[in-house]
């Protein structure tokens, strides 16, 4: 804005991949303006414009990322989780078009990123000794004499111009099976060292080895358990780590599956994009809260009291906090709010334009976090507000769509679990009426065991799951996949429970289930032969 109070706006689209750091650099001048001001704003995946907000800036120097244009085809998600387990002519297309990317990039800004200087990066000698580094480390491990002569010295030896022959052998590196598929390194038996180190790199940061890791590999010290231990809590705090950990968080709380949360705007006013983005931003300060503090408590997942608001979400939701401009922790009555069963935007997310719905709410917790079974339905009902009785709650509404003997089947599960939320409204407000009779929040529940429970609340439910074998397995299986992206049950029949009883023993910690889980996939033995691929 100049002084003249006019407007120039100047926008962009990138690609980033979360977890890394980005150099920004602003550059602007006034020509004959007495006064200027400049804005930054951006608009993020679920997001709104708006000015970036201070916690994702960060006044340090960090490294260049290169992120590839090219586009992938989506990966397989048919077991619950996204798994590269399908090689097409797309994706073949998609890994060259983005090795041609990469390797375009490196070699226009080669002084930057190998550390050679004017005069070595005219040396045929160094720019090959450069080669045989880049290989080493897109492939984890260093080379074999046959790699070497491979992927590097016959490239040299066939082509003169020495910045060509790089070029060609980062190409042949960067499409090779042994650089896209880290397993065909690996050898039946007891992994070693370094495939140790890269299963650490991908199961915590879904990238490769960093220096330390390469050197504990090159030294002999990842062998015991307790020296992969030690490297995976050193790599726990990394920004790519808490990345993946807020990933996993989107996809066991199904975040990113709820593109649309409008609501009518006549029943629900204020409820708009700007007040859906602080609801998302404030479940990830919760969620980020409890997993990165001391004791990691999955129980306070469920159970927590507080709430991360800021001051649009205060007023909204009708408490007496004063958080600001910024977000705030904020503690609320415990018989209005327990963890993530009662978060505004779950509960949002898992209701209708213009009511709650007890079934979808029921539908998401039970499988979710409960980790209950639930059967398709026998056929596909949809719920017609308008052919019900304009005086019943939607409590009475449900159970009367769900009395018929094969849809009780699952919704004596559902229902109960639905019908404990129905005092918060359909963008998770606590209330006291529905359709101006009392709400009635009590139901049996039948357990995993096939067991009654009484619940009356919300937080009822969150103290049964809290003590759950059941949930305590559900979010161990999720968390397993979401990181290794390998099923559970390919490391044996007993690790479930095994996991199970170490998570109990540690207080429920997620950092150390983590540790566990990475721990297991990083020392597994190869049961497969590597293929003599190249």
């Known amino acids: 804005v100049n002084s003249r109070n006019e407007l120039h706006e100047k926008t962009g689209r990138k690609f980033l991949l979360g977890g890394r750091g980005y150099p920004l650099y602003l550059r602007y001048f006034t020509y004959q303006e007495k006064v200027a001001s400049l804005r930054l704003e951006w608009k993020p995946p679920h997001g709104v414009w708006e000015i970036i907000p201070n916690d994702y800036l960060m006044p340090e120097v960090v490294d260049t990322v290169t992120v590839v244009g090219a586009r992938f085809p989506p990966d397989d998600r048919s077991l619950g989780y996204e798994r590269g387990s399908d090689v097409s002519k797309e994706w073949q297309e998609a890994t060259t078009y983005a090795a041609v990317d990469l390797v375009n990039h490196l070699i226009t800004y080669l002084n930057i990123v190998s550390g050679l200087n004017e005069k070595e990066r005219k040396d045929p000698a160094a720019l090959r000794r450069y080669a045989h580094e880049f290989a080493a480390r897109a492939f984890r491990r260093p080379l074999t004499p046959e790699q070497r002569r491979t992927f590097v010295d016959s490239r040299f030896d066939q082509q003169p111009d020495p910045r060509v022959a790089l070029r060609h052998s980062m190409l042949l590196v960067l499409t090779s099976p042994r650089f896209l598929y880290p397993g065909l390194s690996e050898n039946k038996g007891n992994p070693d060292s370094y495939t140790v180190a890269s299963r650490l790199a991908l199961t915590l940061w879904d990238g490769l080895p960093d220096k330390q890791l390469l050197h504990a590999a090159r030294e002999g010290n990842l062998h015991t358990p307790e020296q992969i231990s030690a490297q995976i809590r050193r790599m726990l705090p990394n920004r790519k780590t808490r990345r993946k950990m807020q990933g996993f968080f989107h996809h066991w709380l199904a975040m990113d599956e709820r593109e649309d949360l409008r609501k009518d705007p006549k029943l629900y006013p204020g409820f708009d994009d700007r007040l859906v983005t602080d609801l998302r931003r404030s479940l990830e300060r919760f969620v980020d809260d409890v997993v990165w503090s001391e004791a990691s408590d999955y129980r306070q997942l469920l159970l927590?009291?507080?709430?991360?608001?800021?001051?649009?979400?205060?007023?909204?939701?009708?408490?007496?906090?004063?958080?600001?401009?910024?977000?705030?922790?904020?503690?609320?009555?415990?018989?209005?709010?327990?963890?993530?069963?009662?978060?505004?935007?779950?509960?949002?997310?898992?209701?209708?334009?213009?009511?709650?719905?007890?079934?979808?709410?029921?539908?998401?917790?039970?499988?979710?976090?409960l980790g209950r079974l639930l059967n398709p339905p026998p056929e596909a009902v949809a719920f017609k507000n308008e052919e019900f009785d304009p005086s019943l709650t939607m409590r009475e509404k449900v159970t009367e769509m769900t009395r018929e003997t094969p849809c009780m089947e699952c919704h004596r599960v559902i229902n109960p679990v639905g019908f404990s939320l129905e005092n918060f409204d359909a963008v998770g407000r606590h209330r006291s009426q529905d359709n101006k009779k009392p709400v009635n929040t009590v139901s049996d529940y039948i357990n995993e065991k096939d067991e009654k429970v009484r619940i009356s609340s919300a937080r009822d439910l969150a103290n049964l799951a809290a003590g759950s074998r059941a949930a305590h397995r559900a979010f161990i299986t999720h968390l397993f996949h979401h990181f290794t992206k390998q099923s559970i049950n390919a490391y044996g029949p007993g690790t479930l429970e095994s996991l199970r009883a170490k998570f109990t023993k540690s207080g429920y910690n997620i950092q150390s289930l983590l540790v566990e889980c990475t721990a297991l996939a990083a020392s597994h033995q190869a049961e497969d032969k590597p293929l003599a691929a190249q």
């Open 304 to 369: 927590d009291k507080h709430l991360f608001l800021n001051q649009r979400l205060a007023n909204y939701y009708r408490t007496d906090a004063s958080p600001g401009s910024g977000f705030q922790k904020v503690a609320l009555p415990a018989d209005q709010r327990s963890g993530i069963f009662t978060h505004p935007f779950l509960l949002s997310a898992n209701s209708y334009h213009d009511n709650t719905s007890p079934i979808h709410r029921g539908v998401f917790l039970s499988r979710h976090v």
